[in-house]
Structure formats: structure tokens, C-alpha cells
């Protein structure tokens, strides 16, 4: 069945330098895409969100690219710290219907190097 | 308001007992969702209400699980005669309408 996927299990990054989290969805009626940060022993954290009428979305220190011809989704995070280590989720929605629940996928650890 | 609060923050039961797991949610948000996560995966939705409706649920919530939200504030999840199988991290979120999801920190379960 369709579902939202992620590229790299595990990625490792120097303290200070740029991240890239990759993401591919194949559910063409997704409209509405989420990022989540889940550390340890905690439930997944909101980070930044965008919807398919849009292609690149900025928060802070976080971008969020959708690129509908492929499917994919990125985030990237600016400047890595120590604080970033945490396993990310992409999740999606069909926005059109409201009803629908998020679909996550199975997560990238993101390890970040001192 | 303190965010989406789960009780207990762990539970080990055995095999074939019932366990009931309690989510109050953020008090202005009318959907509260149950999902499920195993080490290593995405969570996984079970069901979900608005306000004391239950909405939608996974072909995941096998009949001995039951969900309720009688007044549409906090909820139950209950799993009867558990199994080994149901040991996981049992994760609440809410939001108001399609905003996004707050979650809680999750019961931990145990099957032994």
C-alpha cells in the first residue's frame, strides 16, 4: 500500500555543519506534510509543517522542501548542535478530506558529532 | 494547560491481563488520537475522536482493544488479555480540527 518513507535510517553530522533529512512519500491525494523531532523517551515534537501549495517552507534554523513532481521531502537543519540528536519523522495528511490522520514514516536518527 | 499528559509512564503486566492506559489532552483541542510505536518504526495511528466520537480506527485495534472518550475531554485506551505482541510505546496526541499534533510522552508497555 502507499506510505510515507525515509531514504537513510541513520545520518551523522559534524557539530555546526548543515543536516539533510530526506523523505519520500507515493501517496499522490497528500496534501499537508509534517516534520517531527522525537528524543529519547519523549513523543514526537512539532517542527515545521507545509502544504502542497507551497514549495519550501523557513522556520528557524529549519527548512522544509516538497518537491511534488518526485515526491519527496527534505528537512534541513542550519548550524547542527548536540540539541539536534533525535530521531526525525516525516508525516503526511490529505488535507481535503479533514479527516484523515497523519501517516508517519519509520524515522531517521540523526547523530551529531562534537 | 501543561500539554497532552499519559498515565502511567510505564506498565509491565502479564501475558492475558488487562491494562488501561489514560491520555488527558490539551484542554481546547476536540481531537485526541492513539497511536502505537515499536523501537525503530514510525508511530502507527489506532483511532481517533472528536470530542467523544470515536471517528476512525486501524485495522491495528484488534477487538481486544477498546478506546473510549466519554465526555470528550480525557481518554481510556484498554487492552484486554494482553499478549506478547502488544508490548510498545502507546502514544496520545491532540489538536484542534487538522492543526498540528501535540503528543504526549507515552505509556511504555511490557508484556512478560
Known amino acids: 500500500g502507499e506510505s510515507v518513507g525515509l531514504h537513510l535510517p541513520t545520518l551523522s553530522v559534524q557539530e555546526g555543519d548543515n543536516s539533510i533529512i530526506n523523505c519520500a512519500y507515493s501517496?499522490?491525494?497528500?496534501?499537508?506534510f509534517i516534520w517531527y523531532k522525537q528524543e529519547s523517551g519523549k513523543g514526537p515534537q512539532f517542527i515545521i509543517d507545509?502544504?502542497?501549495?507551497?514549495d519550501k517552507r523557513q522556520g528557524q534554523r529549519v527548512t522544509v522542501l516538497l518537491n511534488k513532481t518526485v515526491k519527496h521531502l527534505s528537512l534541513q537543519i542550519a548550524a547542527t548542535q548536540p540539541g539536534d540528536s533525535a530521531v526525525y519523522f516525516c508525516?503526511?495528511?490529505?488535507?481535503?478530506?479533514?479527516?484523515?490522520?497523519?501517516?508517519f514514516g519509520k524515522g531517521t536518527r540523526l547523530s551529531v558529532i562534537a | 494547560d501543561t500539554g497532552v499528559s499519559q498515565n502511567p509512564r510505564h506498565k509491565i503486566t502479564k501475558r492475558g491481563q488487562n491494562v488501561t492506559f489514560r491520555c488527558d489532552p490539551i484542554?481546547?483541542?476536540?481531537?485526541l488520537y492513539w497511536y502505537r510505536q515499536t523501537l525503530g518504526q514510525g508511530p502507527e495511528f489506532l483511532t481517533y475522536?472528536?470530542?467523544?466520537?470515536?471517528?476512525?480506527k486501524s485495522r491495528l485495534l484488534s477487538d481486544r482493544f477498546s478506546a473510549e472518550r466519554p465526555k470528550g475531554s480525557f481518554s481510556t485506551l484498554e487492552i484486554q488479555r494482553t499478549e506478547q505482541g502488544d508490548s510498545a510505546m502507546y502514544l496520545c496526541?491532540?489538536?484542534?480540527?487538522?492543526?498540528?499534533?501535540?503528543f504526549g510522552s507515552g505509556t511504555r508497555l511490557t508484556v512478560v
Open positions: 501517496n499522490s491525494a497528500s496534501d499537508y
Open positions: 475522536f472528536q470530542n467523544e466520537a470515536q471517528l476512525e
Open positions: 484542554s481546547e483541542h476536540n481531537r
Open positions: 507545509i502544504r502542497s501549495n507551497m
Open positions: 496526541a491532540s489538536s484542534w480540527d487538522r492543526g498540528d499534533y501535540t
Open positions: 508525516a503526511e495528511n490529505m488535507a481535503a478530506t479533514g479527516n484523515t490522520p497523519l501517516v
